[in-house]
């Protein structure tokens, strides 16, 4: 059985879409860098950063980061049809949000760790501009992977899993909707996907 350490609102709500895709047995265990309890603390000791999503794989590996996971996952499933598309333009969009959009998220989200106890005003500065950033970073990947979020067969493979996740925090998804209203609305069809839909509403209920 996988064990995901992961809690509602966060980026573990991909890896669990993409483990009922894969039709595998798993659990949750609610756990965060910005929560305290027994899960975090098992997290802390095969994850020293206490970043999520975490997941430990039934032979003992521990898999960080998401696009990694996600990766794994669809080489070891080939059915679930994770990685079926362009599979070097999927990957390829998969580093990108990586890099640009979700390392963008953890400075809006935590200024701190870079300024350490600078003034508001200047941490305020930090966010507005990537944030700024991270709008910008939207756009240019809705001009480059547009075309990459499906599998033939139309269901959402990996990419578009992770862009529909990510793209949920700091106003991305009203930017692009001002901005690139079609990718917007692709982005609306993976929310729409029948096991994206749920796990979703179960993450963010009230919207």
């Known amino acids: 059985m996988y064990t995901l350490y992961g809690t509602d609102e966060s980026g573990s709500c991909m890896i669990e879409i993409a483990l009922a895709r894969c039709a595998v047995e798993w659990h949750r265990v609610d756990a965060s860098s910005w929560q305290e309890g027994p899960g975090t603390d098992a997290l802390a000791r095969i994850n020293p950063l206490k970043q999520i999503p975490t997941l430990v794989t039934p032979d003992g590996q521990v898999l960080t980061e998401s696009a990694a996971i996600l990766i794994h996952l669809g080489l070891e499933y080939p ?3 994770l990685l079926v598309g362009n599979r070097g333009q999927i990957l390829r969009g998969l580093v990108y949000i990586a890099a640009n959009c979700y ?7 935590y200024p701190q760790r870079w ?3 600078a003034e508001p005003v200047v941490q305020n500065q930090l966010i507005t501009g990537t944030r700024r ?3 910008q970073a939207w756009v240019v990947f809705a001009d480059q992977f547009a075309d990459q979020l499906f599998a033939p067969s139309g269901e959402p493979n990996a990419l ?3 862009a ?13 909707a001002a901005l690139a209203p079609g990718f917007a609305q692709s982005l609306a069809q993976v929310d729409a996907d029948p096991v994206v839909a749920p796990v979703f509403a179960r993450h963010w209920p009230a919207q």
């Open 115 to 117: 300024l350490g106890e």
């Open 79 to 81: 059915d679930a049809n």
């Open 103 to 109: 390392s963008a998220i953890g400075i809006i989200d």
């Open 164 to 176: 529909a996740a990510v793209s949920r925090w700091d106003a991305a998804r009203e930017a692009l």
């Open 133 to 135: 950033y991270l709008h």
């Open 160 to 162: 578009g899993i992770m």
